[in-house]
């Protein structure tokens, strides 16, 4: 029974770091598009943390419009992390 309840956390603390990264990425395309203030200690870090999340699909794609460029990179890292990080919760819960 221990066992049981073991995973089921496991995969709630997976489900939610997945929803964090994809939360921070989220946040950093809005703030983007909204053109927030860089040198804004909260920006900035959001910016790090994105980039950081998002470092393997940054400048994937190459579109003409940095917007483009910004939504669709850092977008597919959101939805990744969402996928994979459920898939991974689900399986660990059907255990």
Known sequence: MTSHRGTT????V???????AAGLIGLWILMYLLEA???NALVSFVQD????LAAWSHDLFTF???W???VAGY???AVVYLAV???VAGRLRSR
């Open 14 to 20: 997976i489900a939610v770091a997945a929803d964090i």
């Open 37 to 39: 203030n860089r040198a």
């Open 49 to 52: 943390a994105a980039r950081w």
């Open 68 to 70: 483009a460029r910004v």
């Open 85 to 87: 990080g459920h898939a």
């Open 64 to 66: 003409d419009d940095a």
């Open 9 to 12: 956390q496991a995969a709630r």
């Open 75 to 77: 977008g597919l890292a």
